[in-house]
């Protein structure tokens, strides 16, 4: 009797587990998402509002390293500097990465070839050796200056002159299309061919049919690389700091790797926190401001 009222008091508790026999599988998730990504985005927002140092612990509380980050002329030149940056290489990436995209979308001899030549460097452009390789390419004595010697031409020092700095760094980002591009290749390849026969019949150019039919029927995938490209130029660290190291007197010091001075060289982890939270607040504005406006431009076939 005993043994009957124990299974009948048991039931209740493996019917829960029975019915949630899913949430044991889900435990390392759980426990990896708190630990690994919610704990350190609590801490860096609760951090962001003291003056933590790494060896003087925190001695005061208030909003103001955010006061510090649009007053100080530091600050505010990195997030013009990166505003910039953004604004040059997203465009530019977007555009280069559509144009190879659409010329490999034609039935060329060894086109599976070039496709993956030209998406290799989405897989290397990011390594830090390559971030080293584009600096002795464009280094005062590296291989650009050498070729442009051989027909008379003295090249600038690249790298140490503010008129060039940036322009490198983004030429490294912009030469990083291949994911951009491959994205736009299956959108391309999407894209029915009647559309195309009947335009030709009435007597639409190609370049009519491109800009007519071509581009609003890829402008889902455009909108989706156009986010995720912002969101990676304002988080770009690797080129400003192996290549230029924020120079030459800043100008080309990103938030990202202001971030990482703040941190790792002046240990003031509460400024460096606050000024990644701006850089979180910027991103989530520009993601809100292209989501509200996909409306008006994006077409979503029914």
Known sequence: MS???ASVRRSPFKKWCDQNTGLFFLIPWILGFLIFKFYPFASSLYYSFTDMNFFKGI????????????????????????????????????????FIAYILNFKIKFVNLFRTVY????????????AVLWRA?????????????????????????????????????????GSAMVLFLAALKGVSVDLYE???????????????????MITPVIFY?????IAQAFQEFNGP???????????TTLVALLVYNYAFKENEMGMACALAWVMFVIVMVLTVIAFSSQKHWVYYAD
């Open 198 to 216: 009947a335009a030709t019949i009435d007597g639409a150019s190609k370049t009519r049919q491109f800009f007519s039919i071509t581009v609003p």
């Open 137 to 177: 390419l464009f280094r005062d004595t590296g291989v650009i200056n050498t070729l442009l010697s051989f027909f008379g031409i003295q090249g600038p020092d690249w790298l140490a002159d503010r008129t060039w700095a940036l322009f490198i760094i983004c030429l490294l980002r912009v030469w990083q299309f």
């Open 241 to 251: 700091y192996i290549i230029t190291g924020g120079g030459p007197r800043n100008s």
């Open 3 to 5: 043994t009957a009222s």
């Open 225 to 229: 690389n156009l986010v995720t490209q």
């Open 119 to 130: 998406y290799i460097p989405s897989i290397l452009g990011g390594s830090v050796a390559i």
């Open 59 to 98: 001695r005061e509380y208030g909003i103001m390293n955010y006061i510090d980050i649009f007053t100080e002329k530091e600050t505010r030149t990195a997030l013009l500097i990166t505003f910039k940056y953004a604004f040059i290489t997203v465009p530019l990436k977007l555009v280069f990465a559509l």
